[in-house]
C-alpha cells in the first residue's frame, strides 16, 4: 500500500522516540498496529461486498442475456415455421390453380373445371360481335 523503506521508518522512530518520549513509545506504536489493522479490515470488507455485488450484477445480467437469447431463438424458429408453413400452403394453392382448368377447352362451354366452378362465360358486355358491318352513326340534322 504505502512504499515504506528501511530508513524511512529509522527517521519515524527517531521523531517519535523524541516528540513521544522513550516510555510511551512502545504503547502508541501498539496503538497505532491495531487502529491500522482495523482500518484495513474496514477496507477489505467494503472491498468484499462491492465485488460480491458486481458479481451478484453480472449474474444477473449474464442470466438476463441468456434469458433473452433463449427468447430470440424461440421466435426466430416459431418465425421459420410459419414461413414454412405459408411457403407450403402457397405451393399447395399454385399447384390447385395450375390444375383447377385441366381438361376445358374453349370449344367445350358446358365443360366443368376440377373444382367444380364453372368458368366464366362471355357476357353480353364482353361479347365479341362478328357482324362485318358496323353501326351506322345516325344522320345529321340539316343546319337552318
Not at 497505532?32 to 462491492?50: E, M, N, P, Q
Not at 407450403?88 to 370449344?107: F, S, V
Amino acid at each position: 500500500m504505502f512504499d515504506i523503506g528501511f530508513s524511512e521508518l529509522v527517521v519515524l522512530g527517531v521523531i517519535g522516540v523524541v516528540v513521544i518520549g522513550p516510555q510511551r513509545l512502545p504503547e502508541v506504536v501498539r496503538t497505532a498496529v491495531i487502529t491500522v489493522r482495523k482500518i484495513r479490515r474496514a477496507f477489505s470488507d467494503v472491498r468484499a461486498d462491492i465485488e460480491r455485488e458486481l458479481d451478484l450484477d453480472d449474474m444477473r445480467k449474464i442470466l438476463h442475456e441468456a434469458d433473452m437469447k433463449a427468447h430470440i431463438n424461440q421466435l426466430n424458429q416459431d418465425i421459420m415455421d410459419l414461413d414454412k408453413g405459408a411457403r407450403a400452403l402457397g405451393d399447395d394453392i399454385k399447384t390447385d390453380l395450375e390444375h383447377a382448368y385441366d381438361g376445358y377447352t374453349p370449344e367445350d362451354g358446358e365443360a366443368e373445371a376440377d373444382t367444380g366452378v364453372e368458368p366464366p362465360r362471355p357476357t353480353e358486355k364482353t361479347a365479341v360481335t362478328t357482324d362485318a358491318a358496323a353501326p351506322e352513326p345516325p344522320e345529321k340534322e340539316p343546319e337552318k
